[in-house]
């Protein structure tokens, strides 16, 4: 790509809209500026245009995104053919386990979660397509961080806020490189509620008919029903066995 072929206002604009989040609902110039660390006239140029084209409301101080931007997401839904082929898959799962399955796709240091079978609410917060977790500490970002190369998957550790969520929470970067090599090796991740206390799961590569993984399905159970020393027995045969199906219909 030749330099002049980045559009950089594009871009900044593209960085604001990644400033609203669950903690950032509304926004002001100053406070998308912090976020962001661009300057403010650039930021109140960027606000003020995803307004006039109805994208966010503006009340004079704060700035809150429309429903509009969901057009923006379900675009990627609409093209993409990986949720559609998913999902029955994944209901079926999740009927078969009693537990909740999700499928997810890796974007930098987070996973996105594509589809989505809920038996039960397992986490504090409420995940649907489109939710984001970090991907260190999540059983599916572990396998898709496992299917990167590793210089790969340690430029994403580099780039990776690693907290600790709770006691559990591996953040050790030498750490977590084992982990993925670990579940390189075995073929499966296991989480003993190190995203949130409360919470294991567990977690398989979904691959194409070429043997590359282009997604991640898991199961989560209440660590109170089911503890991590369990899961593989009880949920890893039905992951395998719906991880087997999709190769066959991933193209």
Not at 15 to 40: C, N, P, Q, W, Y
Not at 104 to 117: E, N, Q
């Given at each position: 790509m030749r330099e002049s072929d980045f559009v950089?206002?594009?871009?900044?604009?593209?960085?604001?809209?990644?400033?609203?989040?669950?903690?950032?609902?509304?926004?002001?110039?100053?406070?998308?500026?912090?976020?962001?660390?661009?300057?403010?006239?650039?930021v109140r140029r960027s606000l003020l245009t995803l307004a006039e084209l109805g994208y966010a409301d503006y009340d004079g101080k704060f700035f809150t995104l429309t429903p509009k931007i969901l057009r923006l997401g379900h675009a990627y839904l609409e093209a993409t053919p990986l949720p559609v082929l998913i999902q029955p898959h994944l209901d079926a799962l999740s009927e078969k386990a009693g537990q909740s399955a999700s499928?997810?796709?890796?974007?930098?240091?987070?996973?996105?979660?594509?589809?989505?079978?809920?038996?039960?609410?397992?986490?504090?917060?409420n995940l649907t397509p489109g939710s984001r977790l970090p991907a260190y500490c999540a059983s599916m970002g572990r396998v898709l961080l496992a299917a990167l190369?590793?210089?790969?998957?340690?430029?994403?550790?580099?780039?990776?806020?690693?907290?600790?969520?709770?006691?559990?929470?591996?953040?050790?970067?030498?750490?977590?490189?084992?982990?993925?090599?670990?579940?390189?090796?075995?073929?499966?991740?296991?989480?003993?509620?190190?995203?949130?206390?409360?919470?294991?799961?567990?977690?398989?590569?979904?691959?194409?008919?070429?043997?590359?993984?282009?997604?991640?399905?898991?199961?989560?159970?209440?660590?109170?029903?089911?503890?991590?020393?369990?899961?593989?027995?009880?949920?890893?045969p039905l992951l395998r066995e719906t991880q087997a199906t999709l190769r066959t219909v991933l193209r």
């Open positions: 950089s206002g594009f871009a900044r604009g593209l960085k604001v809209i990644e400033a609203f989040g669950e903690m950032h609902r509304r926004l002001s110039i100053t406070d998308a500026a912090k976020l962001t660390g661009l300057d403010r006239a650039t499928a997810s796709v890796l974007d930098g240091t987070d996973i996105v979660y594509v589809a989505r079978a809920s038996q039960r609410r397992v986490m504090s917060i190369p590793e210089a790969e998957a340690g430029a994403v550790l580099s780039r990776s806020e690693l907290k600790a969520n709770t006691p559990n929470t591996k953040t050790d970067p030498g750490e977590l490189m084992a982990e993925f090599r670990k579940v390189r090796a075995e073929g499966y991740a296991l989480i003993d509620q190190e995203l949130e206390l409360g919470l294991c799961s567990i977690a398989v590569p979904v691959e194409n008919d070429r043997g590359q993984t282009v997604a991640a399905i898991n199961i989560g159970a209440p660590a109170a029903h089911v503890p991590a020393a369990e899961m593989v027995a009880r949920y890893l």
